[in-house]
């Protein structure tokens, strides 16, 4: 797996936002996975895979695109309440330890 995505483990630096994620939902475990980050860039970690679809409502800069193994995921970004949405997820997780979105920010 670290061989696999070895650009979201070695120069990314710890985020913040799945913890203000949990927080905004009332959550106190972290479900969901976590974020990295590496200059403009952010690496999602999924752990419990959401679906089709998901959202997190705490996502402060303007995102540019969204990735998965490089194909292009749809989504919306609200600047006025930092909602990210992202539809058109696969139905079951693509990789079965931990998938990983690339999420390209301006």
């Known amino acids: 797996w670290v061989k696999r995505h070895s650009d979201a483990v070695y120069g990314t630096r710890a985020t913040d936002i799945a913890t203000r994620y949990r927080i905004a939902r009332g959550w106190t475990g972290n479900s969901v996975g976590f974020f990295t980050r590496k200059n403009d860039a952010y690496k ?3 752990h419990a895979w959401p679906g089709e679809k998901t959202s997190f409502p705490v996502f ?3 995102v ?3 990735t998965l193994g490089g194909r ?5 970004w609200d600047e006025k309440t930092g909602r990210l949405d992202l539809r ?4 079951n997780p693509p990789d079965r330890i931990c998938t ?3 999420v390209a920010v301006k």
């Open 64 to 66: 540019r695109s969204v």
């Open 88 to 91: 058109g997820l696969p139905e």
């Open 44 to 46: 999602l970690y999924f």
């Open 100 to 102: 990983v979105l690339d």
């Open 60 to 62: 402060k800069r303007p």
């Open 72 to 76: 292009p995921i749809d989504f919306t």
